[in-house]
């Protein structure tokens, strides 16, 4: 079983500038999450998705943060305009509905903001 | 406010140590405690947990939680070199949301 799939693994972008992020979960799973993992911290829940549908999204900075899944399948992440302290590794992860407890996370996305 | 505190933040220990890492956690809706292990790359789950006083165990790992005094271990016995990692803790509030601590940073020197 393929794994959860993200690109790119590594940007580096000027403040101010924008950059998107893709995921591509496990087949067959509806559930989707970005984290955003800073370091020497630990992830904090960006958005959570089922299927095409928001269902938690309290932490998402609306200003400069989206994030959509159109098909219920893959997903991007979008910052702009970035700034300094959005410089993270973006976790997506996946589960299948029903699914309790157990995420399956891809590799991440490194974002440096110069 | 949610809160998931582990302890110690970081931790050296020699191979064939027995460490003990710490997880509590002040959250309005629990539903179950999970650790993951955090290389360079994706957290893979552990463990989860969701009653009080049962003993998961996999190899050279073990948790258990205390969900009368809010909190879990993880512990990891004759450690090896493949167990530096960092250890994440997390609560799922419902719907899998989960709220991670910081992770305890876990060296292991040969």
């Known amino acids: 079983e393929a794994g959860v799939a993200q690109s790119p693994r590594y940007k580096i972008i000027e403040k101010r500038q924008s950059v998107a992020f893709w995921c591509n979960p496990i087949s067959g799973h509806a559930t989707l999450y970005w984290y955003q993992q800073i370091l020497g911290q630990g992830p904090k829940l960006l958005i959570q998705f089922q299927n095409n549908g928001v269902v938690d999204d309290s932490q998402l900075p609306k200003d400069r943060f989206s994030a959509e899944r159109l098909k219920g399948v893959d997903s991007t992440l979008k910052i702009q305009p970035a700034k300094l302290e959005d410089s993270a590794v973006y976790l997506c992860a996946s589960t299948r509905i029903g699914t309790i407890g157990e995420l399956f996370f891809g590799e991440g996305s490194r974002l440096t903001v110069l | 406010e949610d809160k998931v505190v582990q302890s110690p933040l970081s931790l050296v220990v020699h191979e064939g140590d027995t460490v003990t890492l710490n997880c509590s956690y002040e959250v309005t809706n629990f539903r179950s405690l999970l650790w993951y292990k955090q290389e360079k790359k994706a957290p893979t789950f552990l463990f989860m947990l969701?009653?009080?006083?049962i003993e998961k165990k996999s190899g050279r790992l073990s948790s258990i939680l205390d969900k009368k005094e809010l909190f879990s271990i993880l512990n990891i016995t004759a450690t090896q070199t493949g167990d530096s990692a960092i250890y994440l803790c997390?609560?799922?509030?419902?719907?899998?949301?989960?709220?991670f601590g910081t992770g305890t940073r876990l060296t292991v020197i040969p």
């Open positions: 969701t009653s009080s006083g």
């Open positions: 997390a609560v799922n509030r419902g719907a899998n949301n989960l709220f």
